[in-house]
Each structure stands twice: as C-alpha cells, then as structure tokens.
C-alpha cells in the first residue's frame, strides 16, 4: 500500500474513533442529566404529598434524597470537565457539554427546594388544612411537575418548540401562586392560629413557584445548546410583586 494512503487510512480511523468516543461520552452525561432529573422529580411528588398528609417519615427521606441528587451534580461536572479536556470539542458540541452542567445545576436547585419543603412538614402542628388550599397547591405542584418534565423530555430529544412551549409557560405559575399567596393571607387575617400552619405553606408555593422558575432556564439553556445564542425576548412573568416583597427567598 502506498505510505500517503496509509497515513490517510490511519487518520480517518483514528478521526472516526475519536467521534465515537466522544459520541460515548454526550450519551453518558445524557443518562446522568436523565437519572438526575428523575430524582429530582419524584422529590417534587415526595415533598407535596409528604405536606398534604402531614407524613414526617416521608419529609425525612425526601431530604435525605438530596444528597444524591448533589452526587450526580458534582459526577456530571467532573465528566463534563475531563470530556472538554479530552475531546476538545467545539461549537455545538461544546455546547452540548455546558448545558448538561447548566441543566444539571438547576436541578441540584430545584432538588434544595425540594429538600427544604420536607423539612417544613415536621413543622405543620395545625390540624388546620383547608380544602381550597391544599387543592391550590396540589394543582400549582401539578403544572410544575408537568413542566419540569416536558423540558427535561426537550432536552434529551432537542426539541426547540417543546422547549419554548415550557418557557412561554412560566406565567401561568406565577398567576397560581399569587392567588394562593392571597388565600393564604386572607386565612391568617381570619383567625390567628391559622399564621404558622399558611406561613410555612406560603414559603412553600413560593419554592414551587422557583421550581418553575428553573424549569424556564432549562428552557433557555436548550435554545442556547441549539442556537448557539441566548434568548433575547423578556420571560413572560406573571405579577409577582406582592408575594416577592413578603415573602423573603429560602434555601
């Protein structure tokens, strides 16, 4: 065989190696980003469900969860680093990679909301529970939830208008949060006693309401990974001015 041949047969080898190995490593961080955010999402039903029947148990093990939600962060971070060094990729492909760390780090936050709403169901003394209001966040959790879902599906399939579909959404939590926010004020107006138990299922709706929030930049982070710019459009908001002004952010 003619050597120039060879040397050509030989890059072209090593060239389609080195795709496939990197092609190995993106369904890798794939899986991991995919594994992670089915944590996350049972942590979202555990935590609610854990408020709604007062189980202690319940709240436990959903704090206890997050640290291997925390796990898979730093694991996808760590294989997301040595890919970049490895394979040096450029362009779409590094995009690829940084939106995995990005993804990934909304849900180690969504999974500390989470966290904190288990840790608030020791604290629910009250037999107070009004129907309205539980069904108001059973309802907020369940639009969340679907959202968190759908830009996760977005995500592994790069779907653009799934995407945009969730982000365009936003509003609508928000419009849901601010009309339990004044249920809730209404309750503590009414009696008294009612203060601690709506306190606590205030900050509560006010996590759910951040879920979303993270929901929405997972949505930006997929038109960033397909596009290769970020969204310019202001995100639809939902009048939240009262409820950011009283109710102060919580980890």
Same mark, same amino acid.
């Given at each position: 065989?003619?050597?120039?041949?060879?040397?050509? +047969?030989?890059? #072209?080898?090593?060239?389609?190696?080195?795709?496939? *190995?990197?092609? @190995? !490593?993106? $369904?890798? &961080?794939?899986?991991?980003?995919?594994?992670?955010?089915?944590?996350?999402?049972?942590?979202?039903?555990?935590?609610?469900?854990?408020?709604?029947?007062?189980?202690?148990?319940?709240?436990?093990?959903?704090?206890?969860?997050?640290?291997?939600?925390?796990?898979?962060?730093?694991?996808?971070?760590?294989?997301?680093?040595?890919?970049?060094?490895?394979?040096?990729?450029?362009?779409?492909?590094?995009?690829?990679?940084?939106?995995?760390?990005?993804?990934?780090?909304?849900?180690?936050?969504? +999974?500390?909301? #989470?966290?904190?709403?288990?840790?608030?169901?020791? *604290?629910?003394? @009250? !037999?107070? $529970?009004? &129907?309205?209001?539980?069904?108001?966040?059973?309802?907020?959790?369940?639009?969340?939830?679907?959202?968190?879902?759908?830009?996760?599906?977005?995500?592994?399939?790069?779907?653009?208008?799934?995407?945009?579909?969730?982000?365009?959404?936003?509003?609508?939590?928000?419009?849901?949060?601010?009309?339990?926010?004044?249920?809730?004020?209404?309750?503590?107006?009414?009696?008294?006693?009612?203060?601690?138990?709506?306190?606590?299922?205030?900050?509560?709706?006010?996590?759910?309401?951040?879920?979303?929030?993270?929901?929405?930049?997972?949505?930006?982070?997929?038109?960033?990974?397909?596009?290769?710019?970020?969204?310019?459009?202001?995100?639809?908001?939902?009048?939240?001015?009262?409820?950011?002004?009283?109710?102060?952010?919580?980890?």
């Amino acid at each position: 065989m003619i050597p120039g041949i060879m040397i050509e +047969g030989r890059q #072209a080898m090593a060239s389609e190696h080195t795709a496939k *190995a990197f092609d @190995s !490593d993106l $369904q890798e &961080l794939t899986r991991l980003v995919a594994e992670m955010g089915g944590l996350v999402e049972r942590m979202i039903t555990e935590s609610v469900d854990a408020l709604i029947r007062r189980d202690v148990a319940l709240g436990k093990r959903v704090v206890a969860a997050d640290i291997e939600i925390d796990n898979l962060q730093r694991v996808i971070e760590e294989r997301a680093v040595l890919t970049i060094a490895r394979r040096q990729p450029m362009a779409i492909d590094l995009r690829e990679i940084v939106s995995a760390m990005r993804v990934a780090t909304d849900l180690e936050r969504i +999974g500390d909301l #989470a966290k904190n709403m288990g840790k608030r169901v020791a *604290a629910l003394e @009250s !037999d107070f $529970q009004p &129907l309205k209001l539980i069904r108001g966040l059973e309802h907020m959790t369940d639009l969340v939830l679907s959202q968190v879902k759908s830009v996760l599906d977005a995500y592994a399939a790069h779907d653009l208008p799934a995407a945009m579909n969730v982000w365009k959404g936003d509003e609508e939590v928000d419009a849901i949060c601010t009309s339990l926010f004044r249920e809730l004020l209404t309750y503590m107006m009414e009696d008294p006693r009612n203060i601690s138990f709506c306190i606590h299922l205030m900050f509560c709706a006010k996590n759910i309401e951040r879920i979303g929030d993270h929901a929405t930049n997972i949505a930006e982070t997929v038109f960033y990974m397909i596009e290769g710019q970020q969204i310019t459009d202001k995100r639809p908001k939902g009048d939240m001015t009262n409820f950011a002004t009283t109710v102060p952010g919580n980890t």
